[in-house]
């Protein structure tokens, strides 16, 4: 049943086409439809313009069988959503009635007034099942047309929202007798590069149908996405087991983590069940590495604090670097980051200490290249880990990608304790 | 000329009809493009498949002058937008030797592997004008077919706002003689609230047609668009001042800058204009207000560092706060902030010194609720500046709400020193 069904989503509004906002309705729709097993197929914006929103439904129809719309249900002139449907369906156009009551109801206790184009919003298409909305004025609207399901929504992402949980996914959910089982499995991985983990599983992925397999990429992680199709959730995780073994079985040793997991996460736990704290000194990274520590809950178990020093100066003021190495080392050297996370690990008295020294650019320091990275670690056996990196990229990206490679390093150091 | 253009944007990629990601990119181009005077007229999203995205394409070609394409042009198998483009045109697809050395080179300054597959982001269309990148490989390709323009580009949004910036907007500005004349300013406001400002301004923005007046809300701040329709930039620009003006005689006070400047970069300048440098003493904030800073170029004229004492022993070692002083008042404090604040400042040899303390959440800490934010500043003049705020929202939100409070405070102090 779910392999027939296709579903699109329609936004109407011009403040969408002129930057205004962006189409975060139809993101979360689709996550919540993926979550389903409603598989959305296309995503539209188009205009306050009768014409060309008459074009969309047309174009809609003809390809999908189920269509959600958002926006362009308003009081105003400028809102033609109805107009354009009843263009294309010659469906007739009534009003409400329990809609009308609960916009009186709305406006005598608001001692506001109800100026006549505010029942506008309580029309409806004959033969069509109107949701009430528990967050606002304007009904969910759903109607079937020559086969195609309509859903109808205001655009402001509140009212939509309730609507949909409340309405919309459950009478699609019991209309096709759909089971909301999860069909798919995120495998997250860190220390490979995306094309260099396809050219790996290129023949995995090309001879998959059932599941399917589609990498996402992001900054310094890649991550493979599994989405099986089958009527029953045992047989989809079967499905997705069995891949997912083909996948390990070739780059197993770069997997840390799945779905919603993140390596922050992951190295914040072995911190924790290491009982191990952490403070860190950093240059070029300027508080990003502590920052991103900071943004998860209960960080205090395991980080004690940051020295920032970003200039020489601090290095020796704050954490006592000897001017001696860095006239002889310079502070973008090996040697500066090894002596940065030793201090900074007394200074914070913390089991581990990290550091980040390095040239974010733009243009050289000390003769090196912007992009040259160095981090160093010094661990709660007072081991010395070092490393250099060469990252290429804008000032911003050559410091996300510090501190990323510092969480792949932290976590390949913690995950090797056990 | 400009009237007669129709532009419309199709995204490629499954990621976005799974929902996870929002298609920020087309609201990006959106807005740069009305800046331009190019009108979008239709938004699509497309996964990457074969016979669907050639649907997509044949209808964008039957209706626009214009065609952006962001996505599906990468290394893998699942990329297919060149495919699909090669199906409905028939153009020939070949290797553009430029970027395949640009590649190489970069292939081998990273110390990675250059698979096979990477090969194929070189791949252009016969006839094409290739634009390169300047911050990751993939090239623009601009091809123009049966007198519809198509424009591609990375989907990684940084790729692809360098490419529209450098190469993209610029041949279109050229190509359709479109005078790049400003009809639009932002006027940019900190401290006043968006519902506050449009209070003060409900009737000059009602009444406003041409120029029209729209609210543009992000964090702690609030911003407003003056856009006008004008033939000619001095007509244009004569409409936005005297709204400009209307709207500054009520609000005035709020009123920090214009279009891209933000608050971070005002206080940058004013502390580099003054000669002054700076340094942060971080609880809650764990190092956000440096890593702002830092984002900075050629922050080091201004930043001596930061240091981040999340706990309390890390304020009495690092900074030391008597263990006297947070027995008394607590580290969630007015005494703790301003301590913190004067030691930073001696710490790290600066000219001001900055601290913040207070509870970021979930639940709350030494009996304060989550959201109660001390602040401290203590400037060239040795003079105390204390502020205690109370936000709501999350523990990510109101971290950001701190740091942004902090430019705001900054802002102030350092404008009324002249």
């Given at each position: ?109 608001t001692n506001r007034l109800m100026t006549p184009n505010n029942r506008k919003q309580a029309n409806v298409f004959t033969g069509s099942k109107v949701f009430q909305n528990s967050t606002g004025i304007a009904p969910g609207i ?100 069995e891949t997912e073994a083909k996948i390990t079985a070739r780059v197993g040793q770069y997997l840390y983590g799945y779905d919603s997991e993140t390596i922050e996460n992951k190295v914040f736990n072995l911190l924790k069940d ?145």
């Amino acid at each position: 049943m779910t392999r027939q069904l296709k579903a699109e989503i329609i936004s109407v509004g011009t403040e969408l086409l002129l930057g205004q906002i962006s189409n975060t309705n139809a993101a979360w729709m689709s996550e919540k439809l993926a979550d389903s097993g409603i598989p959305v197929y296309y995503h539209s914006v188009v205009g306050d313009n009768l014409a060309r929103l008459t074009s969309v439904f047309t174009l809609a129809h003809s390809r999908s069988d189920i269509v959600f719309v958002t926006g362009g249900l308003g009081p105003t002139e400028d809102d033609l959503t109805r107009e354009a449907f009843q263009n294309m369906t010659g469906l007739e156009i009534k009003e409400d009635q329990k809609t009308i009551k609960k916009m009186e109801e709305y406006f005598a206790k608001t001692n506001r007034l109800m100026t006549p184009n505010n029942r506008k919003q309580a029309n409806v298409f004959t033969g069509s099942k109107v949701f009430q909305n528990s967050t606002g004025i304007a009904p969910g609207i759903v109607v079937e047309y020559d086969n195609t399901i309509y859903l109808f929504m205001p655009g402001v992402p509140r009212e939509m929202k309730s609507l949909m949980r409340e309405h919309m996914l459950p009478f699609l959910m019991n209309k096709f007798a759909l089971s909301n089982v999860i069909f798919s499995k995120v495998l997250r991985f860190i220390g490979i590069g995306e094309s260099q983990l396809e050219h790996e599983l290129q023949d995995v992925i090309s001879n998959q149908t059932n599941p399917t397999i589609a990498p996402l990429a992001s900054d310094g992680e890649v991550a493979l996405r599994i989405s099986a199709n089958a009527p029953v959730k045992e047989q989809a995780s079967r499905l997705i087991d069995e891949t997912e073994a083909k996948i390990t079985a070739r780059v197993g040793q770069y997997l840390y983590g799945y779905d919603s997991e993140t390596i922050e996460n992951k190295v914040f736990n072995l911190l924790k069940d290491n009982q191990l704290t952490i403070a860190s000194a950093e240059s070029l990274t300027g508080g990003a590495f502590a920052s991103s520590i900071v943004d998860m809950e209960g960080s205090s178990a395991i980080f004690k604090g940051a020295a920032v020093v970003y200039q020489a100066d601090a290095k020796t003021d704050v954490l006592h670097i000897s001017e001696e190495l860095i006239r002889q080392h310079g502070t973008v050297s090996n040697e500066c980051a090894e002596a940065m996370a030793r201090q900074v690990k007394v200074l914070y008295k913390s089991n581990i200490g990290i550091s980040f020294t390095g040239v974010a650019g733009p243009g050289k320091h000390e003769d090196n290249d912007a992009g040259t990275v160095y981090i160093s670690i010094n661990d709660h056996l007072q081991r010395v880990h070092q490393y250099k990196m060469h990252f290429s990229g804008d000032r911003d990206i050559i410091r996300r990608r510090s501190v990323k490679k510092a969480f792949e390093l932290l976590y390949y150091l913690l995950i090797n304790l056990k």
